[in-house]
């Protein structure tokens, strides 16, 4: 993963990471976590995944309805590829409110 960047668009509700020919899956992997959100290391492992309308009904980027979309949950960083904007959002466990826009 190492030098390649993710699009949201890439990323499936089944968080796998379609880039081209190859299929990732992030649930298990590590992924480089951005230096704003870092909370003591620089790639966490992809836990589980969460529906993002439980936790907002909005893109907090571009107010569109997030609809099937996904929250990456990590050690201590969240990921929201958010594909209404093609944007990946990512936040800290602690501060749901302070999210911070990476790619």
Known sequence: ????????????P???????EAEIP???SLI????????GKDREEGLFLVEARAHF???PRCDEP?????IIV????RMFPAHCC???LWFMEDDKNAMETYG
Do not use: F, H
């Open 32 to 39: 480089p976590v951005p230096v704003e959100v870092q909370q």
């Open 86 to 88: 093609d944007t990946i």
């Open 26 to 28: 992030l649930l298990g």
């Open 14 to 20: 089944d968080a796998v990471w379609r880039k081209g």
């Open 66 to 70: 997030v609809d099937d979309g996904i």
């Open 1 to 12: 993963m190492r030098g390649l960047q993710m699009k949201a668009r890439e990323i499936g």
């Open 74 to 77: 990590m050690e201590t960083a």
């Open 57 to 59: 009904e909005d893109c």
